[in-house]
């Protein structure tokens, strides 16, 4: 079993940056591709951003592609979602997820534990 919790969302303006966290539970992180999804109210679930287990291969949603760069760091567990130049459609609640599967996947069912969200909130 894997938790994850997330953390770094809140309210910044337009043009602004975030670095959202995840640190996740358990000694197999190290062995697991990681995701970042967002939804925002009365939409559906949609993926930002993976990452592979070692961190050499990542894959982004068009929409955010050159603004957000995930990473991860395998020694603390965690993973990363640095993002810039943030606009009012980024606004969404965003997800960590873990996929027991080590490749870059961006469909929400292939990935096996999901954290709790954090708020991302981009005023115009």
């Known amino acids: 079993q894997v938790q994850l919790v997330e953390s770094g969302g809140g309210l910044v303006q337009a043009g602004g940056s975030l670095r959202l966290s995840c640190a996740a539970s358990?000694?197999?992180?190290?062995?697991?591709?990681m995701g970042w999804f967002r939804q925002a109210p009365g939409k559906e679930r949609e993926f930002v951003a993976t990452i592979n287990w070692s961190g050499a291969s990542s894959y982004y949603a068009d929409s955010v592609k050159g603004r957000f760069t995930i990473s991860r760091d395998n020694a603390k567990n965690t993973v990363y979602l640095q993002m810039n130049s943030l606009k009012p459609e980024d606004t969404a609640v965003y997800y960590c997820?873990?996929?027991?599967?080590?490749?870059?996947?961006?469909?929400?069912?292939?990935?096996?534990?999901w954290g709790q969200g954090t708020q991302v909130t981009v005023s115009s």
């Open positions: 997820a873990a996929c027991t599967v080590g490749r870059v996947l961006n469909r929400v069912y292939d990935y096996d534990y």
């Open positions: 358990g000694r197999t992180f190290s062995t697991y591709a």
